[in-house]
C-alpha cells in the first residue's frame, strides 16, 4: 500500500508541469496602530510590517500567493509590471477579477514569465498609499546578465498623517489645498531685477489667468518620505566592502511624488528600466515618477559612508538611507537644490490661449532639476533596449491619448472623459499601434498600462527600443510610444498619480483575440490613421 501511494504521488508529480517549481507566500492584509511620525495612526500592513514582505522568485517558476483580507473593507492586489493573465491582474471588474472581500482569501497563480525589478501593490481606494505595497524580484533562471556583489532593493514612499479620503476631499474643496510654496513679493521684485518691470509685469499677468501657479509642482505636501520603510532619522543601510559591485533596485512606490536620484561621491550605471534590461548608462542621477522602477551598479571605492539621496520636485523633503562599510555610519546630509518654478513652455497650446510668446517664453522648466554643471542626468533617449527586440514592425495606427483636468473642481480626464464615462479602448489581437500622448495639463503625468510593455519612441533603432510599463508625460507637451497588442485581456490604462487616477484620469484598454478573418493582415504601413 505505501508503495502505491508513493507511485501515485510521483506519478502526480511528474504529470504536473509546476509541481516541482510552485512557490508559495501567504500575504494577510490588516489594519494596524503605527507611529512613524510621532503620532498614532492607523495604517494598512501586510503580514504586520510596512512595507510588505519582498517576494522572490525565478523566472520560469509559478508564483502561488495566499492573499487573505482581514480588515473590514474589500482590498485588492495588483502585480505591477508583471506580464500574468487578466483573471490575476487584480483590479476589480475586469477579466472576472473581484475585490477581496473582509475576511476572505483569494490564490493568485501565474508562471513568471519575464525577470526583473517589479512592485506590487493595492488597485482598491486609497490603500497604497495606507500602506499596502511591497517589491516583487524575479530572477534570471540561469546567470544574471548583470553581475554583482551585493544586491538591494531601495523602496520609495511618500507617507502622510492625513488618510486617502482626506486627502481627496480636501483637494476636491479647493486644488490648491496643500499648495505651501506660493510666490511672494519678493519674488516679483526679483523677477524686476533680472527682466526688467515690463517683462516682470507681464509675466505676472499671464500667470494670473491660468488656472495653476507656477510653483505647482504637486498636489499633495506634508508628507514624510520613506527608505524602505525607514525615515531619514532611522537611516536605512546597505553594507558594502570597497570595490563590490553594489546593485539597487530603486522603486518609486509613492502615490504622487516625482523624485530625483542621485548618490554624492559615487556614478550610477542605469541597466534596468521598469525591469527591463537596458544597455548601460552612466548617469550622476535621474528623475522617476510614481510607479518608475531603475536598477543601478554603483562600485565604492573608498572605505566611507555615502548618502542615497532621493528629494521631491517640489522640495519639501527627503527620502534618505547610506551606503557604508559598517552599520552606524552616515554620509554627508544634503541640502535642498531651488526648486523650479514653471514657464509658459509647461503649459500646452489649450491653456496659453491667445497669448503671444516670445521664444524666451516657451523654454520648459518641469524637468530642470538644478543638475550641478558637468553632471549626466538620465533622459529617456539614453536608454536603449538590452538585446534586439522582437516586434520592429511599423504601427498600423495611431490612438490619440489627450491627458487633461480641471483644477478647480479636481477632475482628471483621458480624452476628456473621467473612468466612468469612457469607453474602453479596442485592439485586435497581435496588432501593433502608436499611442500618442499629448498633455493639456501644466502636471507631468505617469501613464501605466497593465498586462503589456510598450516601447518609447525615443530617437533609438526601432531594434533597441525600451520597454517601460509606466511613462512620464511632461506638462504641455507630447510623447509617443508603439504597443504590440500580444496580451489577451482588460487591461486597466491610468495615470499613476494616485488622487489623478481616483478623480477620474483613467480608463480600459481591451485586446480581444479574434478570428483570423479579423486579424490585420498588412501592418508594415505608417500612419495608416488616426483615433481617440
Not at 500500500?1 to 508513493?6: C, I, L, Q, S
Not at 489594519?31 to 517576494?55: D, F, Y
Not at 542626468?377 to 495611431?398: C, H, M
Not at 466612468?420 to 497581435?430: A, D, N, T, V
Request: aromatic fraction near 10%; glycine fraction near 8%; include cysteine.
Amino acid at each position: 500500500m505505501k508503495h502505491t501511494a508513493f507511485l501515485a504521488f510521483w506519478l502526480l508529480a511528474i504529470a504536473s508541469p509546476f509541481a516541482a517549481s510552485a512557490k508559495d507566500y501567504d500575504l494577510t492584509i490588516s489594519h494596524q496602530t503605527l507611529n512613524i511620525t510621532g503620532k498614532p495612526l492607523e495604517k494598512v500592513v501586510v503580514n504586520g510590517i510596512l512595507p510588505a514582505p519582498t517576494l522572490r522568485f525565478k523566472q520560469g517558476e509559478e508564483a502561488v500567493i495566499h492573499v487573505t483580507n482581514r480588515m473590514d473593507v474589500p482590498t485588492s492586489v495588483h502585480w505591477h509590471g508583471l506580464l500574468v493573465p487578466g483573471a490575476m491582474d487584480g483590479v476589480d471588474g475586469l477579466n472576472g477579477f473581484s475585490e477581496i472581500q473582509p475576511g476572505q482569501s483569494f490564490t493568485y497563480r501565474f508562471k513568471l514569465r519575464q525577470t526583473g525589478t517589479y512592485w506590487y501593490h493595492s488597485h482598491t481606494g486609497g490603500q497604497e498609499q495606507e500602506g499596502l505595497y511591497g517589491a516583487l524580484i524575479v530572477d534570471p533562471a540561469g546567470r544574471d546578465p548583470i553581475k554583482s556583489d551585493r544586491d538591494y532593493i531601495v523602496m520609495l514612499n511618500d507617507y502622510h498623517d492625513d488618510t486617502p479620503s482626506d486627502i481627496i476631499g480636501n483637494l476636491k474643496k479647493s486644488s490648491d489645498y496643500y499648495a505651501n510654496a506660493r510666490r511672494t513679493v519678493g519674488d516679483f521684485f526679483a523677477d524686476i531685477g533680472k527682466k526688467g518691470f515690463d517683462k516682470a509685469w507681464k509675466d505676472e499677468k499671464d500667470w494670473g489667468q491660468m488656472r495653476m501657479a507656477r510653483t505647482d509642482l504637486s498636489d499633495v505636501t506634508g508628507y514624510t518620505f520613506l527608505t524602505n520603510g525607514k525615515t531619514p532619522e532611522q537611516n536605512w543601510t546597505g553594507l558594502f566592502k570597497a570595490g563590490e559591485r553594489v546593485r539597487l533596485r530603486f522603486i518609486n512606490a509613492s502615490s504622487m511624488s516625482f523624485f530625483d536620484v542621485r548618490i554624492p561621491g559615487l556614478k550610477m550605471s542605469v541597466v534596468q528600466a521598469d525591469g527591463q534590461n537596458v544597455e548601460s548608462v552612466g548617469v550622476d542621477e535621474f528623475r522617476f515618477a510614481p510607479a518608475e522602477t531603475y536598477d543601478v551598479i554603483v562600485t565604492p571605492k573608498d572605505d566611507k559612508a555615502y548618502t542615497v539621496v532621493a528629494e521631491p520636485i517640489d522640495r519639501t523633503g527627503f527620502a534618505l538611507g547610506t551606503l557604508a562599510p559598517h552599520e552606524g555610519m552616515k554620509g554627508e546630509m544634503p541640502t535642498h537644490r531651488p526648486r523650479t518654478q514653471l514657464k509658459m513652455g509647461d503649459m500646452s497650446m489649450e491653456e496659453m490661449g491667445d497669448m503671444v510668446m516670445t521664444p524666451a517664453d516657451m523654454k520648459s522648466a518641469w524637468g530642470d532639476a538644478a543638475t550641478p554643471k558637468g553632471d549626466k542626468a538620465l533622459q529617456y533617449s539614453d536608454l536603449r533596449y538590452a538585446g534586439i527586440q522582437k516586434d520592429v514592425r511599423e504601427p498600423n495606427r495611431t490612438i490619440d491619448v489627450t491627458l487633461g483636468g480641471n483644477m478647480e473642481r479636481y477632475i482628471w480626464t483621458l480624452n476628456g472623459k473621467q473612468m466612468q464615462e469612457s469607453k474602453p479602448i479596442r485592439l485586435k489581437y497581435g496588432e501593433r499601434v502608436r499611442l500618442t500622448f499629448t498633455n493639456n495639463t501644466m502636471m507631468a503625468h505617469p501613464m501605466h498600462l497593465h498586462g503589456m510593455f510598450v516601447q518609447l519612441e525615443n530617437g533609438q533603432p526601432m531594434a533597441k527600443l525600451p520597454n517601460k510599463h509606466t511613462v512620464i508625460i511632461q506638462p504641455g507637451k507630447s510623447y509617443s510610444v508603439l504597443l504590440t497588442a500580444d496580451e489577451v485581456g482588460e487591461w486597466s490604462f491610468h495615470c499613476h498619480l494616485l488622487y489623478h487616477m481616483m478623480s477620474g484620469m483613467m480608463t480600459t484598454l481591451t485586446v480581444a483575440k479574434l478570428d483570423t478573418a479579423d486579424m490585420p493582415q498588412n501592418v508594415t504601413k505608417t500612419g495608416a490613421h488616426h483615433e481617440h
